[in-house]
């Protein structure tokens, strides 16, 4: 479907925006799977958990303009999971693995903060500043997400580098 108007792509955006959402759910199920480190494991279970938020915040957005949800590609967190089976598959060591998670949860998330910072910004030039606050909290997920991994980046090379110097 063509997109002709600046609402339509908003509307795109945020259907693509709900689509991803939900999607995300099983893809850091998949990814807390994969990982062996309980802390990770954790961590990506509860980043899961905190989608239905964001899924109730994007419905929300979608009550407030009057629009509803259009279908959505999704191609692009498919491709990303078949590429992520296909590397951690190739990676033996558990130390490697773990770093390899974390950092490809980094990776997505940080299309999701790209993507929510422009519907901000698209929300706030259309005066939907109710639309705006919500899809703020849901950047404020991202963003908090994004900080817990960078320290879990951290503390899981800080150990794996600790455990190779003691060896």
Not at 83 to 88: I, M, N, P, T, V
Not at 132 to 137: D, K, T
Not at 142 to 155: H, M, N, S, V, Y
């Amino acid at each position: 479907m063509p997109v002709k108007t600046p609402r339509e792509l908003f509307v795109r955006m945020l259907s693509d925006a709900r689509h991803h959402a939900e999607r995300a759910t099983k893809v850091y199920e998949e990814l807390s799977q994969a990982a062996q480190d309980p802390a990770i494991q954790e961590a990506l279970q509860s980043r899961a958990f905190i989608q239905d938020k964001i899924i109730k915040s994007l419905d929300r957005c979608f009550e407030l303009i009057g629009e509803k949800p259009i279908s959505a590609n999704g191609r692009l967190q498919e491709v990303f999971l078949e590429d992520f089976r296909r590397e951690l598959s190739e990676i033996q060591a558990p130390a490697a693995k773990a770093l390899f998670i974390l950092v490809k949860a980094n990776h997505l998330m940080h299309l999701r903060i790209a993507e929510y910072r422009a519907l901000v910004a698209m929300a706030d030039v259309s005066g939907h500043f109710g639309v705006g606050v919500l899809l703020e909290s849901c950047l404020a997920d991202k963003l908090a997400f994004i900080e817990r991994t960078g320290r879990l980046i951290r503390r899981t090379i800080e150990s794996k580098h600790a455990v190779k110097l003691a060896a």
